[in-house]
């Protein structure tokens, strides 16, 4: 009788264990246009695709030009055109990594998210960040498919302190991107998410790209947040990133031209 007693404790923490798992790591699937299948996942309570978008035609039916080389692309970025493509410009990528748009694609009014769905917000991003605290690269990488530089000790402790663990399914890989000129770099090294926002607030760049330990934005901070939209047409727009020797979940700005994943939010 005391031994099963003495065991209660055990199993109310199994209980309360498994509950965290259900509300935080619930697991889904969704399909876009083309009938792509997408393993989802719930953190917090945000509901995240938990692999790259892979699409090729908008919301609408219309086709995203799928891009074949460094010239088609660059000339893409003049004329502000939306566009997509593999990595390299090689289809053996798109099953691992998905496709890389330029902003012109992410922000289209003809929808480039699955129904339901859209393109993160960075006050979103900010929110799952807030989320996971401390160290959010680390439980947002995937365990696999990042780079390990073994050139010497620091980077090698670098690797192994902040190798991923994807602890909430989110599944996070190192795509890499293509610049204006077509240019590709940095698969398995670093992987750029765009958002819907041209530019990144200065709370939020010192926040959490500077000291991420510091993530719960102020009301100041939020009213800034807001007030940032801009007067003109910005020739870059916000994407968030993760490094392969990194702990941070970071954010910046960048050319709408460059080509980086999307993962999407449920509405």
């Known amino acids: 009788m005391f031994k099963h007693r003495a065991n209660l404790p055990c199993f109310w923490a199994l209980i309360i ?9 619930a697991q889904g699937e969704l399909k876009d246009i083309d009938g792509n299948s997408y393993k989802t996942v719930k ?5 995240w ?3 790259n978008l892979n699409v090729q035609r908008f919301k609408n039916g219309d086709s995203i030009k799928l891009v074949k080389s460094a010239a088609e692309w660059a000339e893409s970025a003049i004329n502000k055109e939306p566009a997509c493509c593999y990595y390299a410009f090689l289809s053996k990528y798109g099953k691992r990594y998905g496709k890389l748009y330029n902003w012109y694609a992410v922000n289209d009014k003809r929808g480039l998210a699955p129904k339901s769905w859209h393109i993160p917000t960075l006050k979103e991003i900010g929110q799952l960040s807030n989320f996971l605290g401390n160290e959010a690269g680390i439980k947002l990488k995937s365990k696999k498919n990042w780079y390990f530089d073994k050139s010497n000790t620091t980077m090698k402790y670098l690797c192994i302190e902040n190798q991923g663990k994807d602890l909430f399914g989110f599944n996070a890989k190192a795509g890499g991107y293509v610049d204006s000129t077509g240019n590709f770099q940095l698969l398995k090294n670093m992987g750029y998410w765009w958002t819907i926002d041209e530019t990144v607030p200065d709370s939020l760049k010192l926040s959490l790209n500077f000291s991420p330990d510091k993530t719960q934005t102020s009301e100041k901070e939020d009213t800034n947040y807001k007030n940032s939209a801009l007067t003109k047409e910005s020739k870059e727009a916000a994407f968030f990133w993760l490094e392969y020797f990194s702990k941070f979940l970071d954010f910046w700005e960048d050319d709408k031209s460059c ?3 999307v993962r999407c ?3």
């Open 17 to 25: 264990g498994i509950l965290l798992s259900i509300t935080c790591y």
């Open 49 to 51: 695709q938990a692999q």
């Open 259 to 261: 080509g980086f994943s």
């Open 265 to 267: 939010i449920k509405n």
């Open 43 to 47: 953190i917090g309570r945000q509901n």
